[in-house]
Structures are given as C-alpha cells and as structure tokens.
Nanobody, 126 residues
C-alpha cells in the first residue's frame, strides 16, 4: 500500500521551532518531487514548500521564505520541513505530497500531486 505519513506536529509558542517529517512506505520517494502544503480552518490549501527529486531545487511561499527549510534524505525515504520563528498564522494542518510530474513551484501552485499524506496539526499559540 502506497502511503505518506507525516509526523512532528504539535503545539509551540510563537517564535518556536518544529521539524516535520514525511516518510513514504510502499514506494520510493526519490522518483517524486515532494511538497509540504497546509490548510487552516476556512481557508484553501496552500503550497508551503516543494523540493525537486534530486533536492537541488526548492520553492517557498513568500509567507514562509527565510523561516522554513525543506530537505530530503532519499536514502531514508524521508522529507523534512524545518520551521523556525513560527507565528500564529502558521497554525494549520500540514500535509506532505508526492508528485511524479510537476516539481517545485508548479507543484506547489497547482496542488495536484499523485499522493497526499493524512496531515499533522501544527498549532502556534500561547
């Protein structure tokens, strides 16, 4: 069964950090661009950051640029999202996704990957 599983979400104070992980089972991540998306209550799902198959190219939404870092370890079949200087407006369910066709900015903007994870909640607040 093909699956993406996110972990690392939780409750953090403003200014804090979290690292999200996205692990794949049933398929090999190195053949896919991987993206992190988020959806807050009442809002559309947005592309936060996407990384190419090799990891050499990345894209970040303007709202997270300079604060979030996406990386991948193909040997571990895992992709990470390091989130620093978190703000209350970063509160959302975060999803990882795998796309065999699109990469980086097109993947994050078009939001039509082949596979989605189930999501992990990130809450930034006191």
């Amino acid at each position: 069964q093909l699956q993406l599983v996110e972990s690392g979400g939780g409750l953090v104070q403003p200014g804090g950090s979290l690292r999200l992980s996205c692990a794949a089972s049933g398929f090999t991540l190195e053949y896919y661009a991987i993206g992190w998306f988020r959806q807050a209550p009442g809002k559309e799902r947005e592309g936060v950051s996407c990384i190419s198959k090799s990891g050499r190219a990345t894209y970040y939404a303007g709202s997270v640029k300079g604060r979030f870092t996406i990386s991948r370890d193909n040997a571990k079949n895992t992709v990470y999202l390091q989130m620093n200087s978190l703000k209350p407006e970063d509160t959302a369910v975060y999803y990882c996704a795998a796309d065999a066709v699109r990469t980086t900015q097109p993947m994050c903007v078009q939001k039509r990957p082949n596979y989605w994870g189930q999501g992990t909640q990130v809450t930034v607040g006191g």
